[in-house]
T-cell receptor
């Protein structure tokens, strides 16, 4: 069965902290994605990756960076957390390329105070 | 203009009703179309892919109209368990990724 896991379901951080969100998939998928979801705005793509050590900016990359050192793991980094980064963060993976169906992790609800 | 537009609803329907959602998209070159379902406080999950010829899966029927650039989802004989948000998903413009609509909320009532 397809499995995408995220390191935390809920996270509370202070403004200015460096935040790491981890995502792991066990399906040997090439492609991985980070989204944030906010009421009324839907899912917005932050960054994605087609391969190890490869990354592409999505629609809203400002304030975020990513790391993909291993195929199964894709990390989202908030260099200096701000209150407007309070959101639900969802990781997804996809076989072949990003236009195929995507499988999502359970999400991390991040609150920045 | 948004890449994918959906009526946010909510659509409140009684059990057993037939309900239809539409979605319009701007990328005329898109080759991939999906409907995802998202339950409250859960992750999105694939409901069905949408093919040019239309496709059906039990009570659910999806159709694609390329000329008018819209996708539809029809749910027949609604169940309480169909209550969820339905996300229209289309291949993004200019990159190999997907763009998600904001979703249409369905509430099926007893």
């Amino acid at each position: 069965d397809v499995k995408v896991t995220q390191s935390s379901r809920y996270l509370v951080k202070r403004t200015g902290e460096k935040v790491f969100l981890e995502c792991v998939q066990d399906m040997d998928h090439e492609n991985m994605f980070w989204y944030r979801q906010d009421p009324g705005l839907g899912l917005r793509l932050i960054y994605f990756s087609y391969d190890v050590k490869m990354k592409e900016k999505g629609d809203i990359p400002e304030g975020y960076s990513v790391s993909r050192e291993k195929k199964e793991r894709f990390s989202l980094i908030l260099e200096s957390a701000s209150t407007n980064q309070t959101s639900m963060y969802l990781c997804a993976s996809s076989p072949r390329d990003g236009t195929y169906e995507q499988y999502f992790g359970p999400g991390t609800r991040l609150t920045v105070t | 203009r948004k890449e994918v537009e959906q009526d946010p609803g909510p659509f409140n329907v009684p059990e057993g009703a037939t309900v239809a959602f539409n979605c319009t998209y701007s990328n005329s070159a898109s080759q991939s179309f999906f409907w995802y379902r998202q339950d409250c406080r859960k992750e999105p999950k694939l409901l069905m892919s949408v093919y040019s010829s239309g496709n059906e899966d039990g009570r659910f029927t999806a159709q694609l109209n390329r000329a008018s650039q819209y996708i539809s989802l029809l749910i027949r004989d609604s169940k309480l368990s169909d209550s969820a948000t339905y996300l229209c998903v289309v291949e993004s413009t200019g990159r190999r990724a997907l763009t998600f609509g904001s979703g249409t909320r369905l509430q099926v009532q007893p």
